[in-house]
């Protein structure tokens, strides 16, 4: 056998052997590639840890008590929101002052009052301190 014969016959023979192990590879289901480990690889990163942010409503704004419009007789609690007023006899409330519009009272005199319960507690001494057509107290907010 010759030098160039024996190159052939090992050349034919590495073929052979390679699609061996390709067709034994995929008869076996194999993957054709092989997986890829790096090992000096970094770390994967840790996942970000993110604090609970906590939202606190603002508080409620609480005045020093009722608004009192002596011309009307009327009160306003800016706390809630909700007018008083005489309504045959006795002491109602709602979200709008009766038979006065908003916009009369806007340009109302008025007088701040310490108290918030019921107007019905204080009306007698605060309509002889406030009477209709006078003056109204410190706390005047005629033309706010």
Known sequence: ?????????????GIRCALAVLLLGAMTGCPSKPAVVYVNSPAPAAPAVVAPVLVEAAPPVVTAGLIYYPDYEVYYDPGVRIYWYMDGGRWVNG???GSVSVDVLLHAPTAQMSFRDSPENHH???????????????????GR
């Open 95 to 97: 979200p709008r002052p």
């Open 1 to 13: 056998m010759t030098i160039t014969e024996g190159l052939i016959q090992f050349r034919t023979q």
């Open 124 to 142: 007698s001494q605060v309509v002889k301190q406030y009477p209709r057509g006078g003056p109204a107290g410190p706390a005047d907010r005629r």
